[in-house]
């Protein structure tokens, strides 16, 4: 079946530090990738998305580049604020029989520092 | 804003109570999907509809009730709980039942006293 690993936080950072968070994926198809955050309190919002192999996603300063030869997704953000302290979720959707479902990762808690 | 609200926010019920989630979608979108967020645990699709018909639902306990009378609103029917169903409710849509992105509300945070 699918599922989605993603490296366990909590993730500490100062202000301006380089954020990278791993997700690696397995999928019986080809499926689609995409970043969820979560601020404290609130619902999962779309953060960027990919939809092929060597697709690139990007937003808010964020990017995400699809790997299919490591089936991999990191994130990454090259200055990050305190705004940025949320938790993030991998996820995918496979386009094949799971039709639009997805599968998320356990998600990954990142902490911004002033 | 996501085009995608919940109500209410926040809700404290009792294990004898009934109470009802909603979801309203404003985004013309077909498809809509009931998740389950508790502590410590990846999030937990239990339901999906299409085009009002539910076409998933994965081993859900029975004293959560879905409902989906039209393809902008998604309902949430709750009856006697248990304290492990304290969670965050999130509802989410998308264009179609297999293909569009997701997008999710904010979600009821439900505690069962």
């Known amino acids: 079946g699918n599922s989605v690993t993603q490296m366990e936080g909590p993730v500490t950072l100062s202000e301006e530090a380089f954020l990278t968070i791993n997700c690696t994926y397995t999928?019986?198809?080809?499926?689609?990738l995409f970043w969820y955050v979560q601020y404290p309190g609130e619902g999962l919002q779309l953060l960027l998305k990919?939809?092929?192999?060597?697709d690139k996603g990007s937003n808010k300063g964020f990017e995400a580049t699809y790997r299919k030869e490591t089936t991999s997704f990191h994130l990454e953000k090259g200055s990050v604020q305190v705004s940025d302290s949320a938790v993030y979720f991998c996820?995918?959707?496979?386009?094949?029989?799971?039709?639009?479902?997805?599968?998320f990762g356990g998600g990954t808690r990142v902490l911004v520092k002033p | 804003e996501t085009g995608v609200t919940q109500t209410p926010r926040h809700l404290v019920m009792g294990m004898t109570n009934k109470k009802s989630l909603k979801c309203e979608q404003h985004?013309?979108?077909?498809?809509m999907y009931w998740y389950k967020q508790s502590a410590k645990k990846p999030l937990e699709l239990m339901f999906v509809?299409?085009?009002?018909?539910?076409?998933e639902n994965n081993s859900v306990p029975s004293r959560f009730s879905p409902e989906c009378p039209n393809s902008s609103h998604l309902f949430l029917h709750l009856h006697t709980l248990q304290p492990e169903d304290s969670a965050l409710y999130l509802c989410?849509?998308?264009?179609?039942?297999?293909?569009?992105?997701?997008?999710f509300g904010p979600g009821t945070r439900l505690l069962v006293l």
């Open positions: 989410a849509s998308s264009p179609g039942q297999s293909f569009g992105t997701q997008y």
């Open positions: 999928a019986t198809g080809y499926p689609s």
């Open positions: 990919a939809t092929k192999a060597d």
């Open positions: 996820a995918l959707s496979d386009k094949g029989a799971a039709g639009n479902k997805l599968t």
């Open positions: 985004l013309g979108h077909n498809a």
């Open positions: 509809y299409s085009l009002e018909e539910r076409v």
